[in-house]
């Protein structure tokens, strides 16, 4: 039986965070020698058959079916000894009047905080708090529809810098290397799924000369890292984001995915700047755009591994574009001249999407026309939130 701290929690967040870790930033190629998880891709003819973020992409996945990106940190009275499920029915195992998820190492079970991009587990004294590399052989015990179904385990933590500041960085977040079990002895695994997939992407375009390629697809993690976000409240399908925050929930996002990528480019609700303007507008532009949700429908046209260009706020182009993708605001593309998929850059695309415009227009559903971007210049937001482009191949 776990012994459990008494509740200290304001105290003991706040205090635990003074003690933040400082280790250094991570390589951007990938770690030679790792063997990478062989995880099967689900392909499309014409799109809107993809996982929410697309096919190909590096998500949270157990049991190589039940994928999600979220948890709740607290419960209710109405799930007793759990918090409140996700959307498939995933819940975090929680204990005490405040249905707190919990996190256990050894034979102490702590609190489970996501502050400012990191776990914590917290307690009051004489317990001590814990963050960074001390949460290493940590465990999460998560239920499915109510019953202990899988083991989340901290096998690796690290901090690591956001993509977008300049020098000089201080402020960081951590990095997670998790993996699953699954409770009925049924598979284990990484927690982030198409490893091998994105490893192997990463190799072909350095082949092909794009040494910049890792950099802006991992920017800064390692491929089979996760980092987690506290705060958004994400529906994938629909590609929204809610105005405000709920710290009550967190979001994971594993290398190369949709969400890691708002979260290191600061387009989550506690990663930007504060007083910005359009704030939400400006985090649901990032993410259409990512999904290439034109439409604003919710239905990806892309793959995990396209090459893009695009630029807004802090952002900018890693290689000037050849030509202009769209432009964009929250409700999608604004207009639209070459989507990416005309332009493949993996076989996974080509197969997927071998109709790029038949896709569109399949997912528009009449919902709007997308007229073609007047001026054609590249560097131009004609007063839109975000641009993207389609980089020399």
Not at 114 to 125: D, L, N, Q, S, T
Not at 133 to 162: E, H, Q, V, W
Not at 250 to 273: D, E, M, W, Y
Not at 343 to 367: M, N, V, Y
């Amino acid at each position: 039986m776990h012994g459990r701290c008494s509740r200290a929690e304001a105290v003991a967040v706040w205090a635990i965070r003074a003690a933040a870790l400082a280790a250094g930033i991570a390589a951007c190629a990938v770690v030679a020698g790792r063997e990478p998880e062989a995880v099967g891709v689900v392909a499309a003819e014409l799109g809107g058959q993809c996982p929410d973020t697309g096919c190909g992409t590096n998500s949270p996945v157990f049991d190589t079916l039940l994928e999600f990106h979220d948890l709740s940190l607290v419960g209710t009275p109405q799930y007793p000894g759990t918090t409140v499920p996700n959307d498939v029915g995933l819940a975090i195992v929680a204990a005490g009047e405040q249905h707190r998820a919990q996190l256990v190492r050894g034979a102490q079970s702590y609190d489970l905080y996501v502050v400012g991009g990191r776990f914590i587990g917290a307690c009051g004294p004489p317990c001590i708090p814990i963050e960074g590399t001390a949460l290493i052989g940590a465990t999460i015990t998560l239920t499915l529809n109510g019953k202990p179904a899988y083991l989340i385990s901290i096998d690796d933590a690290r901090s690591m810098f956001f993509f977008v500041d300049r020098p000089p960085q201080t402020d960081t977040i951590d990095a997670y290397s998790l993996s699953w079990k699954s409770l009925g002895g049924s598979g284990s695994g990484m927690l982030c799924n198409n490893i091998q997939l994105l490893e192997e992407q990463i190799a072909k375009q350095t082949g092909a000369g794009d040494e910049n390629f890792a950099r802006y697809e991992l920017m800064g993690m390692q491929t089979w890292e996760t980092i987690v976000f506290e705060g958004d409240v994400i529906d994938g399908r629909a590609k929204t984001m809610q105005p405000y925050a709920d710290d009550n929930r967190f979001n994971f996002g594993c290398a190369s995915h949709l969400l890691a990528k708002l979260r290191l480019t600061r387009n989550t609700i506690h990663g930007q700047a504060a007083g910005m303007p359009q704030a939400w507008e400006r985090r649901q532009a990032t993410m259409k755009m990512l999904a290439a949700d034109y439409c604003g429908t919710g239905e990806p046209n892309t793959v995990g591994g396209q090459k893009l260009v695009w630029k807004g706020d802090l952002m900018r182009y890693y290689r000037a574009p050849v030509v202009i993708e769209a432009r964009w605001d929250e409700t999608g593309a604004t207009c639209l001249t070459e989507p990416r998929m005309l332009h493949p850059t993996s076989d996974l695309g080509k197969k997927t999407f071998p109709r790029p415009w038949d896709a569109i227009k399949a997912s528009c559903k009449g919902h709007k026309s997308l007229p073609k971007c007047v001026p054609e210049d590249p560097a131009s937001f004609d007063g839109k939130l975000r641009v993207s482009g389609i980089p020399e191949l």
